[in-house]
Nanobody, 117 residues
Framework: QVQLVESGGGLVQPGGSLRLSCAAS????????AGWYRQAPGKQRELVAA???????NYPDSVKGRFSISRGNAKNPVYLEMNSLKPEDTAVYYC???????????WGQGTQVTVSS
């Protein structure tokens, strides 16, 4: 069973940037899907960045042009670059990876991102 651990969250001023990492306890050599989700207090978890196994990406309008998902290596399978952060981006961010060797996907435990002056 692979465990994922996010890092890189924290407190940042509006307009700032953060880069989130997703580290795997095992090795994930190829993926069917990778995504970053966020959940703000009192709201449902939402997808903010997605990447297919072929490398195509997709973003909701709320983050398009500001967030960028990228593929890493087997131990750090996916990253999220976040620029021009806004207070409404404040949430706990989770990575989710579906390996291409089958089985269910893996969730991380989340990392807090707070955008405030």
């Amino acid at each position: 069973q692979v465990q994922l651990v996010e890092s890189g969250g924290g407190l940042v001023q509006p307009g700032g940037s953060l880069r989130l990492s997703c580290a795997a306890s095992g090795s994930i050599f190829s993926i069917n899907f990778a995504g970053w989700y966020r959940q703000a207090p009192g709201k449902q978890r939402e997808l903010v960045a997605a990447m297919s196994g072929a490398g195509s990406t997709n973003y909701p309008d709320s983050v398009k042009g500001r967030f960028s998902i990228s593929r890493g290596n087997a131990k750090n399978p996916v990253y999220l670059e976040m620029n021009s952060l806004k207070p409404e981006d404040t949430a706990v961010y989770y990575c989710y990876v579906v390996p291409s060797n089958g089985g269910d996907g893996y969730w991380g435990q989340g990392t807090q991102v707070t955008v405030s002056s």
